[in-house]
């Protein structure tokens, strides 16, 4: 049984208490921690916890306090993090883990030298999609994989401070980027390292400092491409996708919007839908159980099983730094407009990687390029001849 | 904290046992009877069970069994039961409950006169998908009910068993219509009283004696109707899909084959999809959690802590007899080929309703029939003249 | 080149005038009736139609006139079928071809007696979708069909005659119905000879004396079923789906409201996006090209095709005569709450087929019934002992 | 009446052949060219054409033929219209125009100089969905575009010289890029000025020269992107999928393996699915019209209509040449790594345009930026302090 101090009271601790309690689980909230009072308070009553303050320091010394969970403003997490270190407290931090890769590191590595638990709260890559992905994946469903895409855009955030380029540290890209590249690098592979970064990012719509918008490459050493898409901008909901290309195969994931419930009505008898969504009328498209669906569930047993074997878990502070060194790679690109390397001072990997060879034997001449069915019937057969790398076809008329 | 007896060792003894541990759950198998030793041994390896035996009383006896969860074949239900009765231990006992409203009933009143828990274990009304859109139409964002089908067809079962008429009690329609007529009632409301069923059921493609495939009709008091589509000779995988329409919204749900998870290979790495899949290559449609999807966490969450509040659960052996009640007449339609009633001896909800009035005013001299916009922009109101019944319609053109 | 006559300036009569014309086709549309002089004027600048009448038989008998195509209401068909008969010209005649089987006999007789073409409109019978299933289903991936279930529902026709029985005939039945019917009739096979019809009709939500709502089926000699559902009362748009079951394979068609074209929008540049939308804002579903997507164009060119080249088209006035004798008998059946048969006196398929059987070799000993993997990868076989009919199963354990 | 010469007898010749012939269309392919004479034989026997060539410039200046259809690998582009230009035929020319931005620019100049109609067949700028999305946006259903994706990936292409980076000028970029390019770019707006160019391209599958994988991003003078993503190494079929963003709306285009239409098969009855179906079992996802959904019959309308009306097709080789000046810049910026500016020597559209204001807004005090509802009911308004720059949160709780 885990006993759990939750630093913040807003959305996403509101979310992580949901995940955490009424579910018939062993584990349960014990201490809140809220700037303000009113919000320390509601937390408590909604979610039956028995202790609330609003002095960070004490929340996580308290002694019914075994594992924290960070819920706060990124500007927030290192002064959080430190405060574990100090009292020895297992510590669980929300998405992004730094406001760069520096915080991160120092993070990671204070707690490390602590010999304190720290598991990264990276929710997107627990989701049930996700998890069964990735065992296909792994079991070699999709062969080698050359592309993974993750794709996060929705109307915008949910607080003050994320609009607010200092205390969030950016923009969408922070936010959301986060996720998309954490689930890109373990499709592709957690132990390959991220190369080097293309990123295009702008304000195209809301008045503030940081980019509302971003498409980014990430180039990984074996070749293997990594996409995140993320926006402040959309409209129609909260857009959740993945795809995933491979040599043998294909994956393409819909987490929220698209996922078998769909509902027309006229207005009548209004109630919540679905996170962002923006009308309760008309066709709706929510999503069944929202916190076990976007992760939060698996996630939490994940941390609190592998701190009673003693294990790693899934998502470590160690991958929320490599995940900050990719962002703030990002960053770097989306102003000098070039691809820029990845700077990971601490990196645990393969070293050395390249590109698997394209050259597949068709027969002892020639090399196989492909071959395919015409509408009427007709076979075409197309490959490259050894000796001159001319490229012939073969037609086979019906 | 649960203490829970598995009766049975086969394929849903297995998935039910998979949603009680291994999730951080407080409640635990402590006790696992089945018919053969070496599934009983291998069940309590598999899943960390400390006592196996194949004695069923003795299972149902032991001390660390509180509540008894029946995964046995139709015929031994009753059997079970009523050792449980004997025994006053709180018991959950899976769909169909019986083989027949007769023995259905006899459960029921058994445990309502020893005093002990009964739970239905229906997990299909307890899907995530299920639960928000109840709470969607109880909201009254569908208006008035019309019609709820539901959808669930496959290409067989897993056990022998299934295919024997006497041990059974029942082909399609008693194997997979319980799920959708309990579906249907609730979307409808369960005080409404199902009134009569005419089903078409015939042994289309395997050499069985029971019905593979069936599609029925039950009417409701109130002019409502639910509608069941099963077989056994589905090609494609498990097809589960819901349908309701009411006079403000509809609602579709699929849980199964179209759930936002696609995935393409050629067939490398083979490894488990989903639950009667056909094939391991080509295009998948893998769900991420199963059990989650299909409802069995919510369904024990829902047992366990209606138990401990002293509460029912959604889903009772009462419900289970009504549930057989609607079967029974619809086995009894299928060879009369009349519409049946359901005969329900013991009935809890509501009486004398009638289907509501269809007349909705649009002034005082007309009833209103539709508004509507053509593809050339062109606009039409059509009406009915209180005092002639006569139609009239209303042009605007652009 | 054909030159076409169109009677009827309503929703229908425009839908074929676009489908004929704008595409450069070679057809054209010379002569348009109406009852309304100022209707048939609008028809004839918005299609550049050289000759307008308020005249029916003077349309007819126009010299322009090559083929007459009825776009009437229901009860004007006869009297249109009668002077195209007398004045010696093609005829193609929109659906449902009479309000009765009588009516659509004496038309389908009148016009074989006479000598002159005669098609019927069924537009959905053409739609690319239904096109490319029909010939699969004949190339035999299904294997051989046991269902046949097409849905068209909508919130309620065009015009005012639709909602008076005398005028229509019927309801959603006769309107959409007859859609449904001849899809499921063409895929199970026009010559295999429906027998007995069961259906529920209700007016739950509008003020007419035609139903709004109905289900039915139709059992066809060879023990396949055909479904139809159909409204008048659902929301959301027009919902046409059609799905297929055979030994071998599964088809679903979504013909209109989920076609890969998805949009969101806050409202801003409203304009026209679906034949009975409801709403013009939110997430919409248009359809591509309408005509093209509901039929139309294969069907005209089907007809004019078949014309020139002295062959029946795809859709007679024959099928539209079993397609309303099956009607007759779900009104029949919807009265009695009895499976009434089709009356056919005249029948042009084959006679005396009956259900294939279901047994299929395993072993010298065994009918095979399934096999399947389970989630732990245990394999089962299930078979049925020849000499006792016991069924057994074996299990492979991983 | 178009009488048509189409030179090239392979996969997209036919394909426009059978866009043209069989649909009862006014127009007629007359006269065939093809490399080899068995090529020329066969398709002038398989479309009924009434002259067939293996000398292409007497197959231009055939006097029946009135236009010709350029249906020829891309390094005979060039020759093919400035044998066009030089007989005075008015030229329709496959994508893309050219192998580069100098070819296309000469051939457009070359046929605005000898006065001859000049189409650029770029079909998916002509699919159903694709022209009903642009009138939605034009008519200002999304708002400010933001960003324009479109994706073609499929295993590759049907014919030798595609794969040969010499006669093709390119790899998976030039091949299906120029669709991407071109589809983006009108849904940002033909006029928007293209300015710059980032693109990844690599060869990961394939042993070529040529790219067979690529993503690109296209920034225009707005501030809007176009992003097209192209493979060659895609598996599960061909991928065509579009995607806007606007500040009013979403929009989302599947035309190819999602449309609404799905199958199941053992593979019984083996028959053509779809073009780059990898399979012809299992699950499978045809297209209802191939040639329609792609867009071809649109196209064809287009381009005659247009002549006749003496007026500019949708698709001119000026778009084909801009298309190629953005696809030069991305294959430069494929090998710099980038940002590459777009060499628009000609250039027809505004000039000068800049990003619109991001500023709205809320009261005399504050900018907006945004309103939420959160699960549990509460509200909040994020505003921004026009003064101070701070951001700021109100929030109502229920």
Redesign the interface.
Known sequence: MAQVCILGGG?IG??YADSLTG?????QVSVVYARKEETAI?FAK?FQVAHYTTNMEEAIAHPATEFVVIALPNYLHEEAVMLCVKHKKAVLCTKPLGRTADEALRMTQACEKAGIFAGYLEDLCY???????L??IQ?????RI??AKSRE?H??P????F??IQKAGGGAVLDLGCHCIEIARNFIGKDVKPVEV?C?A???????DAED?A?G?V?YEN?A?G?FEV?W?????MDLRDEV???????????FL???????????????VA??A??D??????????A??LGY??M??DM??AYEKGESPMETFYDGYVVNAIIDAAYRSAKT???EPVQLPEWRGQEGLS?PS???EYDADH????E??????DK?L?L?VKATG????KET?V
């Open positions: 959305f509101r979310f579910r018939r689980g062993k584990d509601r909604d989701t049930p999609k996700f998890l069964k992905s065992k296909s079991s070699g469903a999709l062969g050359l592309w855009t109307p915008g949910h607080s003050d401070w609009w607010d293309m295009w702008d304000t195209q719509v809301k008045p503030i918008h498409i490459l180039k070749g491409i996409q926006s901008t959309f409209r129609g909901g290309m491979g040599t043998e195969g294909t994956i393409w994931i819909n987490s698209r996922t078998g419930f769909e509902m027309f009505t006229s207005g009548a008898g209004k109630s919540y996170e962002k923006e009308s009328s008309g066709w709706q498209f929510p999503v069944g159980d929202e076990h669906e569930t698996n939490f047993t609190f099983d407009k070039l691809w590109k394209v050259f597949q090399w196989f390029i492909k395919e069915i015409l509408p009427n019937g075409k197309i490259k001319e490229i012939i076809e008329w």
